[in-house]
């Protein structure tokens, strides 16, 4: 289940044959080759937008409130906070003023600083704060990957708490959060994780900015509580998931080898039978302020999603069988879709702005009505987010077709990336914003 041997050989093999076999019937019969592909096309994407509308008028992060946490008889258990650092100085007075602002028992405090072999400035500026009791450095020993996951798997190894949960260096969590996840772990004996919502911070932000906190909002605020009711698989964050420490140990841990170990390691459960749930108490962080970090993020994103997904389909009736048909599905219609979406959309749009400008081409009427209804749908999904979470404005439901294409760029480097360094983690530059330090955690 690891994505470290990359594309498997029977894998390889098939694409080979798939890529045969249409060649072929495009020489034989172009028409008939182009019929079934628009079939399939049409019936898939109807699939995605039906099942993305339905979730995000489904979802509702609120409904995981506890009505009545005060009824919990509760023994409170040692938390372990596993945080990954690399090149993280600046970060580390909002760090330990965000720890040392939980409303959690400090003496239950298990806080683990993972810091990478060499990095004198981050640990420099960590001995120049204060932290809650129990907090330790951990100095990974040298080793390839250098990743996020495997700092991570240091860390569980050394946990000695009976939960854990991961924040980034810039994570500015809800100082509930970890008393909310415990009340939920006490309340279901079967929950092996729960996830926080995460919410962009763009109180200064730029347009692009913008865009990215309205996805994380409607991921983590309508499509992942809706996942979650369903008991389908979801694609976890890479920050603010809870877990029983002997369902994250039995699951392996993280997969060191993938570039987005929470959607890997929250696919992996539901192949294993793991239950995951949401909680509300949110986690802010600052979005991409540029271009450049943004695709550089995002291209780090897609590429886990190939890997994930690949790692998936080295034995899809295996894995169906594993999750269940009906999650396999639900799968192929979130992560799949992300994928999906990346490829296609800016070919697309641009094929029917080339069919606008020339008389030689023209778009059905099908093809018009997928890109409208496309439309529709995402500003349908982004008028269900709770206005308490963020404010959509009208300027982000008309430029959502000149954000939509970027993904396009970032999935093109997030291609060469897994094909030349497929396990090289490209991190996202830590912006700081005048005056954002000074905001609240959705306190």
Same mark, same amino acid.
């Given at each position: 289940?690891? !994505? ?5 050989? @029977? *894998?390889?093999?098939?694409? =080979?044959?798939?890529?045969? $076999? &249409?060649?072929? #019937? ?94 004198? !400035? ?5 001995? @120049? *704060?204060?932290?809650?009791? =129990?907090?330790?450095?951990? $100095? &990974?020993?040298? #080793? ?107 699951? =392996? ?191």
């Amino acid at each position: 289940m690891s !994505a470290k041997t990359g594309l498997h050989a @029977a *894998q390889a093999r098939f694409i =080979g044959q798939l890529t045969a $076999v &249409l060649g072929i #019937g495009g020489l034989i019969a172009p028409g008939a080759i182009l019929v079934c592909f628009g079939g399939l096309s049409l019936a898939l994407f109807a699939a995605i937008m039906v099942y993305r509308l339905g979730l995000a008028l489904f979802g509702s992060s609120r409904a995981y409130l506890l009505t009545d946490p005060a009824s919990l008889s509760l023994l409170l258990p040692k938390y372990t906070i596993l945080i990954a650092l690399k090149d993280e100085a600046a970060c580390m007075p909002q760090l330990s003023d965000s720890l040392m602002s939980l409303e959690y028992p400090r003496h239950l405090l298990d806080v683990k600083l993972l810091l990478e072999t060499g990095d004198a !400035a981050t640990k420099d500026a960590i001995h @120049a *704060q204060i932290w809650p009791e =129990g907090t330790e450095v951990l $100095v &990974l020993p040298p #080793g390839r990957p250098q990743t996020k996951p495997r700092a991570l798997n240091y860390g569980l190894a050394r946990a000695k708490g009976a939960f854990v949960t991961v924040y980034d260096a810039e994570d500015r969590p809800n100082p509930g959060q970890l008393m909310e996840a415990a009340r939920r772990f006490a309340w279901d004996p079967d929950l092996a994780c729960v996830q926080a919502p995460l919410s962009g911070n763009v109180r200064f932000g730029s347009w692009i900015s913008r865009h990215w906190a309205l996805e994380y909002a409607i991921q983590f605020n309508r499509l992942m509580p809706a996942l979650a009711r369903l008991g389908m698989p979801i694609p976890l964050g890479g920050t603010s998931n809870h877990f029983r420490r002997t369902a994250l140990q039995v699951t =392996g841990g993280w997969d060191a080898w993938n570039v987005t170990e929470d959607a890997d390691l929250g696919l992996r459960f539901a192949r294993l039978g793991k239950k995951i749930g949401v909680i509300a108490p949110s986690t802010v962080e600052l979005p991409p302020q540029r271009l450049g970090v943004w695709t550089g993020q995002r291209s780090r994103w897609l590429k886990g999603f190939l890997q994930t997904w690949l790692v998936l389909m080295r034995e899809p009736v295996s894995a169906a069988r594993e999750m269940g048909v009906l999650r396999f599905v639900s799968m192929q219609l979130t992560l799949g879709a992300s994928i999906l979406s990346a490829l296609l959309h800016l070919p697309w749009l641009v094929w029917c702005a080339f069919c606008l400008v020339s008389s030689d081409a023209r778009v059905s009427l099908v093809s018009w009505t997928m890109l409208l209804v496309s439309y529709a749908v995402g500003a349908l999904t982004a008028l269900t987010v709770p206005s308490s979470t963020f404010a959509v404005r009208m300027r982000d439901l008309v430029t959502f077709p000149l954000y939509w294409p970027l993904q396009f760029i970032a999935m093109m480097r997030a291609l060469y990336s897994l094909a030349k360094r497929p396990h090289y983690w490209v991190k996202t530059p830590r912006e700081m914003l005048p005056g954002s330090a000074d905001e609240t955690a959705g306190r």
